[in-house]
């Protein structure tokens, strides 16, 4: 079993209901969910900033998958939970979960890049991070933590509700 970190966000809908039917959804594909951080609303950042805010959160998870299953099993929940393919980079979505972190995993294909490519340089991904594990670190040894000291504070990360609630299965 190796332990990883996935991101959660939506902005569609009834957003923190879309992040807790992720969290129920994962034990069923092969992850089992550890915890989550506290939901925090951000505004958008990316392509797209001329939408709705997000509300994003992130989970401690233990799978055997390796990095491509992870992903698969991503996308599937992403699928079953509504969001289409396709559509505009960074725009709108009822529910978004990326692969950040998968043990001490360095791994880069077409599809996938571990750690995540924007791991160190999102406030709304390294805030709940840390408040999983303040001691978190990349493969290579980067310090989440030293990454959101020298971050600009220009992506607004609010406090929005407590913790996701993990399934009891899986």
């Known amino acids: ?28 594909r092969g992850v089992r969910v550890l915890a989550s951080s506290s939901t925090y609303d951000t505004d958008p950042v990316g392509e797209v900033l001329d939408q709705p805010d997000f509300v994003n959160a992130c989970l ?9 299953a992870l992903l698969d099993a991503c996308k599937a929940v992403e699928h079953e939970l509504g969001r289409a393919s396709g559509g505009p980079r960074h725009g709108p979505r009822p529910i978004d979960v990326d692969v950040l972190l998968l043990g001490d995993i360095q791994y880069a294909t077409e599809r996938l890049t571990l750690p995540h490519e924007q791991v160190l340089a999102r406030r709304f991904v390294l805030i709940p991070l840390l408040e999983l594990d303040f001691a978190l670190t990349t493969p290579s040894g980067a310090r989440l933590a030293d990454a959101l000291a020298v971050l600009p504070v220009d992506e607004d990360v609010r406090h929005a509700g407590p913790p996701l609630m993990a399934s009891s299965t899986g």
């Open 1 to 28: 079993m190796t332990i990883g970190y996935l991101g959660l966000g939506s902005n569609v809908g009834d957003r923190r209901a879309h992040l807790q039917a992720a969290v129920d959804a994962l034990p069923a």
């Open 60 to 68: 401690r998870v233990e799978t055997e998958l390796g990095p491509d």
